[in-house]
């Protein structure tokens, strides 16, 4: 308003008296002047207030995106709790089907992301939805992904203070039957980024030597001497259990090769036992290697041995899972007559034919340890180690909480010690 009224008297005062060309012309230049700085704050305080509308905007949309992925998380414990409290208990009556409320976790999600998705949810479970609380998100949608890790292999069961023990014993062979096949050959004939050279061996006992506590060479006398501290990026051996997976490129030997073949089987969570209904290829071999009843059965041969662990994994698939330890070794040694009755159950549930399927060759089975096997893994059952993945999303904002539930962990937090076990291990918000 101010440089309004200057503009008014201004223009005033050019007509009370004649003014000259050169003042005629300095006047002009004047209120251009002044109207470019006019123009000129009014652009600057229009843009600041969209800023400044804009970062309130994403504020909210990221406290909304950060509660609606919280959210998700709560519910998962939720799913947690119905399979632990009435899923588990009553197998007997699923015919020993391996169920998991988790792998239906994303479909359920749909009838808290939306009217419509709980609408739909509604009508298939045979309820009226519409005067339910709390299902339904008025603004912004979220997803929610479980993934069990009691399939992989924990690296601490390397460490730890009693390097002798049986656990210890069983995850250095299991390590090396894990890196055994000759697919793997290149991964160790060529050097690391420091030009220095790993053999299976080596990057077994380099693995266990990180985690354990003491400072001799595992299945040796000498000391550790992995030279970390002659590197470019100077560290000492860790002698302390992994913190994640990842920590394993700190480890002699293990490149971004080691950890694209075999980084997804590895986890630093749980039981010293693997499930074997969670298994991937890579492990079911590996345990084949490891308990065969015969060190130089000629069915070890690699391209047997890979035929076989993709027949028992079509076998486990058929199935729904190995029901029992039986089902397991059946599968291993005697895969082509268990595929058979895998499809002839698999037809009796689907209500289809038995036909067996055609898309594997013949194989030879393996003749397993069956004691040793029976040590070393776990049948199906309730399930311990669960990744969380909860992604939420409000206008442009997206959130993403990742987690690992622990259901047999019991804080040693006071206020939470009451609550039973289960516990968070890790978490992080992105």
């Known amino acids: 308003m101010a440089i309004f009224s200057g503009i008014k008297k201004l223009l005033a005062k050019a007509h009370q008296r004649k003014l000259s060309r050169r003042e005629d012309g300095i006047a002009i230049i004047s209120v251009v002047i002044l109207l470019a ?3 000129a704050n009014t652009a600057d305080f229009a843009y600041n207030a969209r800023i400044d509308y804009t970062s309130a905007i994403n504020a909210r949309n990221d406290l909304q995106a950060h509660y609606l992925a919280r959210s998700a998380i709560n519910l998962s414990k939720l799913l947690l709790k119905v399979q632990s409290k009435f899923i588990d208990p009553n197998r007997k009556y699923l015919g020993g089907m391996d169920l998991q409320i988790a792998d239906y976790a994303p479909m359920m999600m749909t009838a808290f992301n939306s009217k419509e998705g709980a ?13 339910i609380k709390g299902l339904g998100v008025e603004v912004g949608s979220f997803d929610l992904k479980m993934e069990s890790l009691d399939g992989k292999i924990n690296l601490n069961c390397g460490g730890g203070a009693n390097t002798g023990s049986p656990v210890v014993t069983r995850f250095a062979a299991q390590l090396a039957a894990l890196m055994l096949p000759q697919r793997y050959n290149r991964i160790f004939e060529q050097p690391d980024e420091n030009g220095q050279y790993a053999t299976r061996l080596e990057v077994m006992r380099a693995i266990i030597d990180w985690a354990d506590q ?7 006398t000498a000391a550790e001497d992995y030279r970390y501290n002659a590197r470019k990026d100077k560290y000492e051996n860790k002698n302390q259990y992994f913190d994640t997976v990842g920590e394993l490129r700190m480890v002699k030997g293990v ?7 075999f980084g997804k089987s590895f986890t630093v969570y749980g039981d010293c036992k693997v499930n074997v209904n969670l298994a991937d290829v890579r492990i079911i071999t590996a345990l084949i290697i490891q308990y065969a009843a015969t060190p130089n059965d000629p069915a070890l041969q690699f391209r047997n041995l890979a035929l076989l662990s993709r027949y028992v ?4 698939s058929m199935m729904g899972g190995f029901n029992d330890f039986k ?10 007559a268990q595929l058979g009755v895998a499809s002839a159950v698999d037809a009796v549930t689907s209500g289809g034919s038995s036909q067996q399927p055609t898309g594997l060759p013949p194989v030879t089975g393996v003749k397993m340890n069956q004691k ?3 040590e070393a893994v776990v049948i199906g059952g309730p399930r311990r180690i669960w990744k969380i993945t909860a992604e939420a999303t409000v206008g442009r904002i997206k959130k993403r909480i990742i987690a ?3 259901t047999k962990f019991i804080s040693s937090q006071a206020r939470r010690h009451n609550f039973g076990p289960g516990a968070f291990l890790f978490w992080r918000e992105e």
Request: aromatic letters at 6%.
């Open 37 to 39: 700085v006019l123009g």
């Open 119 to 131: 609408e739909m949810l509604g009508s298939i479970l045979g309820l009226e939805s519409k005067g």
């Open 214 to 220: 003491d400072t001799v060479m595992f299945g040796s």
């Open 255 to 261: 490149g971004e090769d080691f950890l694209s073949a």
């Open 313 to 316: 994994i079509a076998i486990r």
């Open 327 to 336: 089902t397991l070794v059946q599968a291993i040694e005697n895969p082509t």
């Open 372 to 374: 040793k096997l029976q």
């Open 404 to 406: 690992v539930w622990d």
